[in-house]
T-cell receptor, first 112, second 112 residues
Framework: LAKTTQPISMDSYEGQEVNITCSHN???????ITWYQQFPSQGPRFIIQ???TKVTNEVASLFIPADRKSSTLSLPRVSLSDTAVYYC?????????????FGPGTRLSVLP | KAGVTQTPRYLIKTRGQQVTLSCSPI?????VSWYQQTPGQGLQFLFE???????NKGNFPGRFSGRQFSNSRSEMNVSTLELGDSALYLC?????FGNGYTFGSGTRLTVV
C-alpha cells in the first residue's frame, strides 16, 4: 500500500505559479499518481492523473521523474479561488478503494 | 452529463438510531466507493462496490454497511449511531480502467 507525504500547508500570492511536491517512495509498478482538490464541505475534485514524465491539462501540470518516487503538481497563475486542500494519491487505478488512500493533503492559501 | 448525486444533503439523527444514505453514480460508472471525512481523521475509506459486489472494505465496525443495486446506485447504512459518526459522508464513482474518482457533494450527518 503506497503512502504519500506532502507539505501540510503552503502560501502563495495571486498570479504566482505554485508547485506542490508529493513523495511516494514505495510506489508500485501498477500505481498511478492522482491529484485532487477539495473545498470546504464539498467532495474532492479530480485535477490530474499521470504515470510517468509530464501530463498537462487545462488547469494543471503533473511532473513525474523517471524513478516515480515523487511527483509535482504545478498550478500556473493561481487565483484566490484556488485556495483549497490538495491531495496526492497513488494507487492501482484498476483496483480503487482500499488502495486509494487520502493523506492529510496540502492546504494552499492564496493571498491577494 | 449529471454528476454523482448524494441524498440527503444534510441529516440530523439521535444516538442509537440508524441512517441510510443514497448515492447515484455517473451513468456508466459501475464502481462506487464511500468515504467518511472528519476534521480529526480526514478522508477514510469505508467500502467499494462493483457490479453489486463489495470489492474492498476499510477498517470500520460492522455498524457500517452498504449495498449496490443493479443500476449501480448505492446505499450505505449506519446502525446504532454514535456521536463520533458525525461526519461528511462522500460517495465517489469511477468508470472501468478509469481516470480517477468523481465525488459527490456528500451528506453531512450530525448525530446528537
Amino acid at each position: 500500500l503506497a503512502k504519500t507525504t506532502q507539505p501540510i500547508s503552503m502560501d502563495s500570492y495571486e498570479g504566482q505559479e505554485v508547485n506542490i511536491t508529493c513523495s511516494h517512495n514505495n510506489i508500485a509498478t501498477n500505481d498511478y499518481i492522482t491529484w485532487y482538490q477539495q473545498f470546504p464541505s464539498q467532495g474532492p475534485r479530480f485535477i490530474i492523473q499521470g504515470y510517468k514524465t509530464k501530463v498537462t491539462n487545462e488547469v494543471a501540470s503533473l511532473f513525474i521523474p523517471a524513478d516515480r518516487k515523487s511527483s509535482t503538481l504545478s498550478l500556473p497563475r493561481v487565483s484566490l479561488s484556488d485556495t483549497a486542500v490538495y491531495y496526492c494519491l497513488v494507487g492501482d487505478r484498476d483496483n480503487y478503494g482500499q488502495n486509494f488512500v487520502f493523506g492529510p493533503g496540502t492546504r494552499l492559501s492564496v493571498l491577494p | 452529463k449529471a454528476g454523482v448525486t448524494q441524498t440527503p444533503r444534510y441529516l440530523i439523527k439521535t444516538r442509537g438510531q440508524q441512517v441510510t444514505l443514497s448515492c447515484s453514480p455517473i451513468s456508466g460508472h459501475r464502481s462506487v466507493s464511500w468515504y467518511q471525512q472528519t476534521p480529526g481523521q480526514g478522508l477514510q475509506f469505508l467500502f467499494e462496490y462493483f457490479s453489486e459486489t463489495q470489492r474492498n472494505k476499510g477498517n470500520f465496525p460492522g455498524r457500517f454497511s452498504g449495498r449496490q443495486f443493479s443500476n449501480s446506485r448505492s446505499e450505505m447504512n449506519v446502525s446504532t449511531l454514535e456521536l463520533g459518526d458525525s461526519a461528511l459522508y462522500l460517495c465517489a464513482s469511477s468508470p472501468p480502467f478509469g481516470n480517477g474518482y468523481t465525488f459527490g457533494s456528500g451528506t453531512r450527518l450530525t448525530v446528537v
